[in-house]
């Protein structure tokens, strides 16, 4: 089967770190760009970071640049999020999940097609 | 960064009706945008890619349209199992941004 599962969220206070690592299964993780996004509960879905295949490449929101590092390990089939410095904004459902990155007339896309169920990181002092 | 602001942000509709969704990009995104469905609870699910390409075993009633700044999705005939929320995102630059969703309500 294929899937995504996250673990390592929880409660942190603020100033604080975690790490969050996500397990995949049932397909060849290390062809595969992944990436975090997070849901504030009941509120809207906002893109964290991306990581190529290989971990050469990532790209991070404005809102974590500095503060969160994307990582992989394709031996282990495993995506991490180091995050750092944490603040009470970053309280939020994190999602990982892989992009299929179709391509259509020689341009490549994003599309998100496998995700995890979601890991709950809670700031409170 | 690239704002996405999607309209409306919430509507009711009936089994059956043709619902449309807006997406309108602050600067030009080509065709660079994908569409997810999210149920209350869930992890969002693919729908489009690339504007207008429908992802494999997504129902033919979701289509998406536009280039440029302006952008749609479109359910031709609404089901039961379509009231969620739906998010635009753009993957022209970086950082990606989704737009801030729209809710679709039975009425």
């Known amino acids: 089967e294929v899937q995504l599962v996250e673990s390592g969220g929880g409660l942190v206070q603020p100033g604080g770190s975690l790490r969050l690592s996500c397990a995949a299964s049932g397909f060849t993780f290390s062809t595969s760009w992944m990436t975090w996004v997070r849901q504030i509960p009941g509120k809207g879905l906002e893109w964290v970071a991306n990581i190529d295949q290989t971990g050469t490449i990532e790209n991070y929101a404005d809102s974590v640049k500095g503060r969160f590092t994307i990582s992989r390990d394709n031996t282990k089939n495993s995506l991490f999020l180091q995050m750092t410095s944490l603040r009470a904004d970053d309280t939020a459902v994190y999602f990982c999940t892989r992009d299929i990155s179709p391509e259509k007339s020689g341009i490549t896309y994003d599309a998100f097609d496998i995700w995890g169920q979601g890991t709950m990181v809670t700031l409170s002092s | 960064a690239i704002q996405m602001t999607q309209s409306p942000s919430s509507l009711s509709a009936s089994i059956g009706d043709r619902v449309t969704i807006t997406c309108r990009a602050s600067q030009g995104i080509r065709n660079d945008l994908g569409w997810y469905q999210q149920k209350s609870g869930k992890a969002p699910k693919l729908l489009i890619y690339?504007?207008?390409n429908l992802q494999s075993g997504v129902p033919s009633r979701f289509s998406g349209s536009g280039s440029g700044t302006d952008f749609t999705l479109t359910i031709s005939s609404l089901q039961p199992e379509d009231f969620a929320t739906y998010y635009c995102l753009h993957d022209y630059v970086y950082p990606r941004t989704f737009g801030q969703g729209t809710n679709v309500e039975i009425k």
């Open positions: 690339g504007a207008s």
